[in-house]
């Protein structure tokens, strides 16, 4: 079961590393797939994994300019606020309730990147595993405000603390790290490029995921947390060989093969929960 579970980890932070927003959203259905763990344990553990490849790729973005800081802290703060009921959301609503949401999620994250491939090719070579140094220089705070656009004034820190309420709630109910919204949301709100929203987007993600995990943690039976090391260290593994392989294979071709993926392997952990 640990090598299982640490091959599932290597998974999800590689497809995490080789994508620019939604490669977490395979963990949960590979845990509940691979592992047969129940879906609302699913969810938790996915947290881990996540959570793992998120922080290696913002230790290797310490030195660059891929992170907007102030942005980051406050979508990550807020939605590690709300990321805890989304956890305990998920206990209260059905089993068959919860998957079918899931799917539905799956479906939309998919279609996205299945339209960001066809309709902005070179945007999906902008991967999180890539630690090029030789980043964007520092953007804009907010495009929304008309005079000062590199201050944080009022109107967008409202917009940025609901938008990571909303963001963590979905990361605790459903195990996702919430990339598919946090970086349409940084490119809007701020003006900034893709590459920083990619990057800013693994801080947001860490903080939020950690605070999901932990309220998984003290909500579940210590024995169904021992699968979560090998998550971990596998999600690290799968970081590190994004690294290696992001340049040379990521692309539209790959986004859309994922897209494709995340849908049959959903649909058939749909089924099996019917089933079941």
């Known amino acids: 079961m640990e090598l299982t579970s640490l091959i599932i980890g290597a998974i999800v932070g590689l497809i995490l590393g ?4 939604g490669g977490s959203i395979i963990a949960v259905p590979l845990l509940t797939l691979g592992l047969g763990l129940p879906l609302k344990e699913a969810t938790g553990l996915a947290l881990l994994a996540v959570l793992a490849s998120s922080a290696f790729g913002v230790a290797t973005r310490l030195r660059s300019q891929q992170i907007l800081w102030l942005p980051g802290v406050v979508l990550a703060v807020t939605g590690a ?27 939309v994250i998919s279609v996205r990147l299945w339209r960001q491939a ?4 070179e945007a999906t070579r902008i991967v999180r595993a890539s630690s090029d140094i030789a980043g964007d220089a520092s953007g804009p705070l907010c495009r929304m405000n008309e005079w000062q656009p590199m ?6 820190m409202i917009n940025m603390i609901g938008a990571g309420l909303g963001i963590g709630l979905l990361s605790g109910l459903f195990g996702v790290g919430g990339g598919f ?3 349409p949301i940084l490119m809007f709100l701020t003006g900034t490029s893709i590459r920083q929203a990619v990057g800013t987007s693994l ?3 860490s903080l939020v995921s950690l605070s999901g995990f932990v309220s998984h943690a003290l909500m579940s039976d210590s024995a169904s947390l021992t699968q979560a090391w090998p998550l971990a260290a596998g999600g690290v593994i799968g970081m590190l060989l994004g690294n290696r392989l992001g340049h040379r294979i990521s692309g539209p071709n790959l986004q859309k093969l994922f897209a494709v993926t995340v849908i049959v392997i959903t649909v058939i952990m749909l089924f099996r929960q019917f089933t079941n």
């Open 118 to 121: 066809a309709q902005t090719p």
């Open 151 to 156: 201050q944080f004034r009022f109107r967008c």
């Open 81 to 107: 606020v709300t990321a805890p009921l989304g956890r305990v959301a998920a206990g209260w609503i059905p089993d068959v309730a919860l998957a079918t949401s899931f799917a539905l999620l799956s479906i």
């Open 18 to 21: 080789l994508t620019g927003a």
């Open 203 to 205: 801080l947001v993600i």
């Open 181 to 183: 919204l946090i970086v």
